[in-house]
């Protein structure tokens, strides 16, 4: 098996649908259903174009609460041809192109003159803050959430293919980015799009904190927040703002906003291109700066949030060979005590306390402060899960926002992990998933004649095994485990 990308294409076409269908939408009115192509066109047009520009307010004393941090002048030397040539061996092949059509397999061919040639292109770019609408502008294509009906358009969300050049140098901006100004800023609780950190990280950190809860004798109240369209959201000068006071020079902000300012899109749907519209607000998500622009902005509502607030989870922990001893922990000598209040992963962040008031006050705190930065808590999908402290009585707890009551849940799924308010694994959801993967495989890979046995196990490792243990290495650590 030589051709990887031919193979797994293939396991797609047999896991997947059979071919890719046009999938009526319904109209801004909720009522009509659209079915044409053109119409279909046309809604997505008129739905990314409301999303993508609408308007949204900063509080300014927000903003000056933000301390300035010395400017980090180096982010403003043009980038080096060994700077451009890492930001090319990144790129992932056989991604789609943007509207230009040139593939990354293009680029990454590149060497000798003609790779100077490049470098001196993104250079100029550089040198004279003016980019090419090719480099900047987006073809937009809707992503089926899994979650809801397809027939609205909410439940999709936008990936924006983009130009392989413009990819190549936001590759470079984004190493800058990470190096000098992200790891730097960034909360230890924030895990989304870092290095060396993953989901995995923050579904570990719940899990602990429902064991050492039980141990301690303690009731956990998790409210797992979800924020409308946080990324196509983000009010962009209030982010420029957030750069610059994070030491951002000016010519490196110019050159972010160079990405995003006079920048519009199209859709694509169907084998239909919609006109053009005008995108004035948000990151754009498909490139690569998006995340990190994302978690910067995020970083300062969270530190706006949390500012002089000691609320959230206690937990004790020792470090010298005592740490499954419960009994150690009551010492007062060689026990760390830390404070946990969040744990995020981009724009998914879920806010804890262990009595019901306290969660109540660090609610109320994150909801006016994302009002502060133009953001919107979706009140839907926001929930409440509490584990209660063995022994005590139950009853159901009242989180509210702005006057309307949070459901209260007894499992939530969780960067893709079931959460449960009993403490145990989600063995059933998994096995349940591993059981319909085996199933869609069985007569068209596994049981077929044609196919070897070692391609099989490959199959079946990527497919089957891959969802029958994701998450298990969140499980607890005990006295007897």
């Not at 797992?224 to 994070?246: C, E, M, Q, Y």
Request: net charge positive; glycine share 6%.
């Amino acid at each position: 098996m030589k051709n990887y990308k031919q193979f797994f294409s293939a396991l797609k076409t047999v896991y997947g649908p059979l071919k890719p269908t046009t999938t009526p939408l319904l109209a801004s009115d909720g009522d009509t259903l659209i079915k044409d192509k053109k119409g279909i066109s046309n809604r997505w047009k008129e739905h990314f174009s409301q999303l993508l520009n609408r308007p949204s307010s900063v509080d300014q004393s927000a903003l000056d609460q933000i301390p300035q941090n010395r400017s980090i002048e180096q982010l403003d030397v043009p980038p080096s041809i060994e700077e451009v040539q890492k930001a090319i061996k990144q790129m992932s092949a056989g991604k789609a192109p943007g509207k230009d059509g040139i593939p990354t397999e293009m680029y990454k061919a590149l060497n000798g003159k003609a790779l100077q040639a490049f470098h001196i292109v993104l250079t100029s770019i550089w040198e004279e803050e003016d980019m090419p609408p090719e480099l900047r502008d987006a073809s937009i294509v809707a992503l089926y959430k899994n979650k809801g009906s397809r027939a609205a358009c909410d439940n999709y969300r936008g990936i924006s293919l983009l130009s392989t050049a413009g990819k190549i140098l936001a590759c470079v901006i984004l190493s800058r980015l990470l190096s000098s100004v992200s790891e730097q800023n960034l909360p230890e609780s924030q895990c989304g799009f870092r290095p060396d950190l993953s989901t995995i990280n923050m579904v570990f950190t719940v899990r602990q904190m429902q064991e050492k809860c039980l141990e301690q004798n303690l009731s956990l109240y998790i409210v797992f927040t979800d924020l409308t369209k946080a990324f196509d959201t983000v009010n962009r000068d209030t982010l420029w703002v957030i750069l610059s006071k994070l030491g951002c020079p000016a010519k490196f902000v110019k050159l972010i906003q160079l990405f995003h300012v006079d920048m519009t899109g199209e859709v694509l749907s169907g084998g239909e291109t919609s006109d053009r519209f005008n995108i004035s607000n948000g990151v754009k998500q498909g490139c690569v700066l998006a995340p990190v622009l994302f978690n910067l902005f995020f970083t300062q509502v969270l530190r706006h949030a949390v500012m002089d607030l000691d609320l959230g989870i206690y937990i004790k922990y020792r470090l010298d060979g005592s740490l499954f001893n419960l009994r150690h922990l009551t010492a007062k000598t060689k026990t760390t005590e830390r404070l946990i209040l969040e744990v995020l992963f981009a724009d998914d962040y879920a806010l804890m306390a262990h009595p019901e008031n306290h969660l109540q006050t660090i609610v109320d705190r994150f909801s006016t402060t994302t009002k502060l930065f133009g953001l919107t808590i979706s009140l839907s999908k926001t929930e409440v899960l509490f584990q209660l402290a063995p022994g005590r009585p139950m009853n159901q707890p009242c989180i509210t926002i702005d006057g309307t009551q949070l459901s209260n849940v007894n499992t939530f799924k969780y960067l893709g992990s079931t959460i449960a308010n009993n403490g145990s694994l989600d063995h059933d959801a998994r096995i349940q998933e591993a059981s319909q993967a085996l199933g869609r495989l069985r007569s068209k890979v596994l049981q077929h004649r044609g196919v070897s046995t070692a391609t099989k196990l490959k199959v079946y490792n990527a497919v089957v095994l891959s969802s029958l243990l994701y998450g298990v290495r969140h499980g607890h650590c005990t006295g007897s485990t």
